[in-house]
């Protein structure tokens, strides 16, 4: 088919974050990370330690082809070869999944890069960001 077309699109699935409450669609990974749904956004209150620490959203089916709309913000960070944050899809129930993260890994600091991730098997290219608001 040549010319024009349109394209369009449903939501498989959207949380604003708004009710206070955590959907019960999502499951978490991790050594006992505790989550909060407070002020628009879900947030990790008690850190967990070790590699796979996510909040999965999990009951659904997908199509194999599926774009993702996520705003993530990074309020603290602390240091070390497991710190990262960002987001992940294809995940299993195990936390392994494609990611593309803001990590520590293979950069000289802090929250300064960010890289692709397939985890547990290999770390993609990485991509230095710009220093920006004292982040």
Same mark, same amino acid.
């Given at each position: 088919?040549?010319?024009?077309?349109?394209?369009?699109? &449903?939501?498989?699935?959207?949380? %604003?974050?708004? *009710?206070? /409450?955590? !959907? /019960?669609?999502?499951? $978490?990974?991790?050594? !006992?990370?505790?989550?909060?749904? &407070?002020?628009?956004?879900?947030?990790?209150?008690?850190?967990?330690?070790? *590699?796979?620490?996510?909040?999965?959203?999990? *009951? =659904?089916?997908?199509? /194999?082809?599926?774009?993702?709309?996520?705003?993530?913000?990074? %309020?603290?960070?602390?240091?070390?070869?497991?710190? =990262?944050?960002?987001?992940?899809? =294809?995940?299993?129930?195990?936390? @392994?999944?494609?990611?593309?993260? $803001?990590? %520590?890994?293979?950069?000289?600091?802090?929250?300064?890069?960010?890289? $692709?991730?397939?985890?547990?098997?290999?770390?993609?290219?990485?991509? =230095?960001?710009? @220093?920006?608001?004292?982040?």
């Amino acid at each position: 088919m040549e010319g024009n077309f349109i394209a369009s699109a &449903k939501t498989l699935f959207l949380d %604003d974050f708004g *009710d206070g /409450k955590i !959907d /019960k669609a999502f499951k $978490f990974t991790g050594q !006992d990370p505790k989550w909060v749904e &407070k002020g628009g956004a879900l947030s990790q209150t008690k850190k967990s330690v070790g *590699d796979v620490c996510h909040a999965i959203i999990v *009951d =659904r089916e997908y199509p /194999k082809a599926i774009t993702i709309q996520a705003k993530l913000r990074v %309020d603290e960070w602390e240091s070390g070869a497991y710190a =990262r944050s960002g987001i992940s899809v =294809r995940v299993n129930l195990a936390g @392994n999944g494609l990611c593309f993260l $803001f990590s %520590d890994h293979r950069v000289a600091k802090p929250r300064t890069g960010a890289a $692709f991730l397939n985890d547990h098997v290999a770390w993609g290219p990485g991509a =230095r960001l710009s @220093n920006t608001n004292g982040m």
